[in-house]
């Protein structure tokens, strides 16, 4: 069995348990609040975050995104979620470095800290700034995701693949707080509902985290 | 003909030339001010930042540090700088992540933003806080370096693989700037002297940047 240490607000997370349900393998989800520093997690992984998966047979602990997404596209190879060619696969990884770097650090990060962080933790209140400067780069993240499904069926090419799924795992998690525009963005809106829709999603959509509703649309598949 | 859009403090560029290096792959290099925003690059990569790397045959344009690597390691198998059983993958890559994301938020972006590009580009003084931040932050991985050589011949077990190359191309950005206490870590700086006597490491230490003389045991492979 497989297990992943995970957090809800965390998108590294989300992905993975998005890309297993896509492969159809089992895992359990063990919640690790990694602010606490647990000395048996940390043993784990001394980076300290989540994702980590634990493979229980054989024993092996993977840590981190990166490592967790190649491993689980080279263990179970269907459906492959990178792609078959070289061209591909650049393609892939690009689209994935772009959400989980640049729309992590000028998005996800910001929101997720400032209206959920900072309080959870009681780490001051949040910046208005900080909210504000993240709602006009969404815009930018919003318009690339148009630019590409004009082009193409998914993110990266005629297939679903890590691309859809990190895109659609950093929105989630600002779409858990209601801070996407998507009345502004209809086809970026329409891509994000084809993602919704599948079944790997479903359990995304019923993250419900104590104390904070998700927004009035977060599980609503026609939004 | 392989060409890498590069500038010489970027780590990620730094990983390219010297996994290319590693393969036997010949490249040019073009340096690329991303500042500058060059509408012709940014139709390259959208992203707008560096590595790019351009193969002419077949023609293909390759963004990002994470797509490269893995597309190096696909396209030119041998040696393998990923490893080879899904364990020995996960730990390189782990380990690529922790310097990619760790090790640069905590030190490499720290202290090439705040003593090379905030004057290169004019833009304000160097904060004394942040490099002492940083200052603190690279003596922890300089010791999980030694953690690791205590325990293996390269920092992901018995090959010489990206971890070694990430590790080495942040620490070799922060090195010729003078500000890695390598006399408090005798065994990290045992690693990087195996490093620096790789004939792929060779291009890196004749760095030069213009106006900005590197320190002055950069170059020396016995330092």
């Known amino acids: 069995m497989l297990t992943i240490y995970h957090y809800w607000f965390c998108p590294f997370s989300?992905?993975?348990?998005?890309a297993l349900q896509e492969k159809g393998v089992e895992f359990?989800?063990?919640l690790e609040m990694t602010?606490?520093?647990r000395p048996e997690f940390l043993a784990r992984n001394p980076a300290g975050n989540v994702p980590v998966l634990v493979n229980d047979d054989p024993q092996q602990t993977i840590c981190g995104a990166y490592a967790i997404a190649e491993y689980i596209d080279e263990k179970y190879a269907e459906p492959g979620l990178i792609g078959e060619t070289a061209e591909e696969r650049a393609e892939t990884r690009r689209l994935v470095e772009w959400f989980d770097d640049k729309f992590h650090r000028e998005v996800t990060s910001l929101i997720v800290n400032e209206?959920?962080?900072k309080s959870f933790l009681k780490r001051g209140t949040p910046e208005a700034a900080n909210i504000r400067y993240?709602?006009?780069n969404i815009k930018h993240h919003l318009k690339y995701i148009e630019y590409l499904t004009d082009r193409r069926n998914w993110l990266a090419g005629n297939d679903f693949t890590f691309a859809d799924i990190s895109a659609a795992a950093h929105l989630?998690?600002?779409d858990y707080l209601g801070d996407v525009p998507w009345q502004h963005f209809e086809k970026a809106k329409?891509?994000?509902a084809r993602v919704k829709s599948r079944?790997?999603?479903k359990a995304i959509l019923q993250d419900k985290i104590a104390g904070l509703a998700p927004s009035a649309h977060y599980r609503n598949l026609d939004f």
Chains 1, 2 share one sequence.
């Open 134 to 136: 993240a709602g006009q």
């Open 115 to 117: 209206k959920v962080m």
């Open 28 to 30: 359990e989800m063990k």
């Open 190 to 192: 329409d891509w994000y």
């Open 172 to 174: 989630s998690c600002v």
């Open 199 to 201: 079944p790997s999603f």
């Open 14 to 18: 989300r992905k993975v348990r998005i």
């Open 35 to 37: 602010w606490q520093r």
